[in-house]
C-alpha cells in the first residue's frame, strides 16, 4: 500500500465553509494515519435541491474537468461525486451512466455517493431501510424510487424539508434521529440519512447508540466507497462504524 495515495472526492460549494470533509484534507489524514490523502475538487452550485437543477448539477461534462484536475494536478487515484441527490436524481441507470461517464474521462475507478447507498446495504445484507431524508418531498421521491430500483424497500419515511444543502447542512441530525427513531421505537431496519451538507463522520457513535440500530449516512458510506476503491487496508472505524469491517 503507498503511502502517498490520494482520494479525489467532487463536492458541491453550496456556501458553508465547514463542511466536514475540508477536515478530511491531507493536514487531517496525516494527524489521524488512518486515512489516505483527501483532495475535494468544488463544482459551483447554488445548492438547490430542485430535480432541473440537481439533472444540470449532476453532469459529466460539468463534473469532469474538476474530477481531471483531481487526477492530474493532485493525484487523486480515485474519485467519489459526494452528492447524494446530484447521483441518484436519474434513477439507477443515470447514476451508474454518471459513474461510468466520469470513469472514462478520468482514467480512475469513480463511484458516487447514491450507488454507495445501494453498495453498503449489499454488504451489511440489508434490503429494507428507513429514511429520514433532509430533501423535499418529490426529490425524496426520487430517492425511495432510485433505492427500489436498487432492490432496497423503504418502510418508514420523514421529509425535512430542506430546500437547499444549507438548510440540510444547518439541521441538527443528533436530535432528528433521537425523534425520528423514537417515533419508530419498534423498527430494526438500517436508518439512512442522505445528503453529503449533513456532517455526521464525528456523530456516528452517538447517532447509532441513540438509534439502537444501524444508522448509514451521506458521508459515511461515500468516504467507505472511495477507500474501498483505493484498495485501503486501514478502514477506520471512527469514520465508518459498522462499514469498518464490511
Known amino acids: 500500500m503507498s503511502l502517498d495515495q490520494c482520494l479525489g472526492i467532487l463536492l458541491p460549494e453550496d456556501g458553508p465553509t465547514d463542511y466536514e470533509w475540508y477536515a478530511l484534507g491531507p493536514a487531517g489524514a496525516s494527524a489521524g494515519g488512518d486515512l489516505p490523502g483527501i483532495e475535494v475538487g468544488k463544482i459551483p452550485s447554488d445548492g438547490h435541491h430542485e430535480p432541473a437543477a440537481l439533472t444540470a448539477l449532476g453532469a459529466v461534462d460539468r463534473l469532469a474537468p474538476v ?32 459513474a461510468e ?19 453498503a446495504l449489499s454488504a451489511l445484507g440489508h434490503r429494507r431501510v428507513d429514511l429520514l431524508s433532509p430533501y423535499p418531498q418529490e426529490v425524496t421521491r426520487r430517492l425511495v424510487h432510485f433505492l427500489g430500483e436498487g432492490g432496497v424497500a423503504v418502510g418508514h419515511l420523514e ?14 441530525i443528533a436530535e432528528a434521529v433521537r425523534t425520528f427513531c423514537r417515533e419508530h421505537r419498534d423498527s430494526e431496519v438500517p436508518l439512512l440519512v442522505p445528503d453529503t451538507a449533513v456532517n455526521t463522520l464525528q456523530w456516528l457513535d452517538t447517532l447509532n447508540r441513540q438509534a439502537g440500530r444501524v444508522v448509514l449516512t451521506a458521508n459515511q458510506v461515500s468516504l467507505w466507497a472511495g477507500l474501498k476503491r483505493l484498495r485501503w487496508s486501514r478502514m477506520p472505524p471512527r469514520y465508518l462504524n459498522c462499514l469498518a469491517s464490511a
Open 67 to 98: 474530477g481531471e484536475a483531481l487526477v492530474h494536478q493532485a493525484g487523486a487515484q480515485a474519485v467519489v461525486w459526494a452528492c447524494t441527490s446530484g447521483s441518484f436524481i436519474g434513477g439507477l441507470a443515470g447514476a451508474r451512466a454518471q
Open 101 to 119: 461517464g466520469l470513469e472514462t474521462a478520468l482514467g480512475v475507478p469513480v463511484t458516487s455517493t447514491a450507488l454507495a447507498f445501494l453498495e
Open 159 to 172: 421529509v425535512l424539508d430542506c430546500p437547499y444543502a444549507a438548510d440540510s447542512h444547518r439541521v441538527d
